[in-house]
């Protein structure tokens, strides 16, 4: 088992900044690479960016290139993703997601992934 917490959604103007943060506890020496995705209302559960554990390769989603940067700090057990030059299309929840070592499959994939966060809700204004 693998817990995950977010934290650091909250609202903020077109423009703005935020930074989440996802602690992980539990089996983490089995995760091979950690995710972000996110869900606005009416829409499919949508791949962010990823991290693999090993050797820290990243994968982002076109929406997210130049302005979100995801990131670890192995000591904490924790990775963040970093949000920058919001706009109203990134208003979601974002949800932070373990995907275990031997499961296999596409790290842009929702269903790759065993264990997930609670959420935390990004919203912003113009």
């Known amino acids: 088992q693998v817990q995950l917490v977010e934290s650091g959604g909250g609202l903020v103007q077109a423009g703005g900044s935020l930074r989440l943060s996802c602690a992980a506890s539990?089996?983490?020496?089995?995760?091979?690479?950690m995710g972000w995705f996110r869900q606005a209302p009416g829409k499919e559960r949508e791949f962010v960016a990823a991290?693999?554990?090993?050797?820290?390769?990243?994968y982002y989603a076109d929406s997210a290139k130049g302005r979100f940067t995801i990131s670890r700090e192995n000591a904490k057990n924790t990775f963040y993703l970093q949000m920058n030059s919001l706009n109203s299309e990134d208003t979601a929840v974002y949800y932070c997601?373990?995907?275990?070592?031997?499961?296999?499959?596409?790290?842009?994939?929702?269903?790759?992934?065993?264990?997930w966060g609670q959420g935390t809700q990004v919203t912003v204004s113009s």
């Open positions: 991290l693999t554990r090993s050797d820290g390769s990243t």
């Open positions: 539990g089996r983490t020496f089995s995760v091979y690479a």
């Open positions: 997601a373990a995907m275990m070592t031997g499961r296999g499959g596409n790290l842009r994939r929702p269903g790759t992934y065993a264990y």
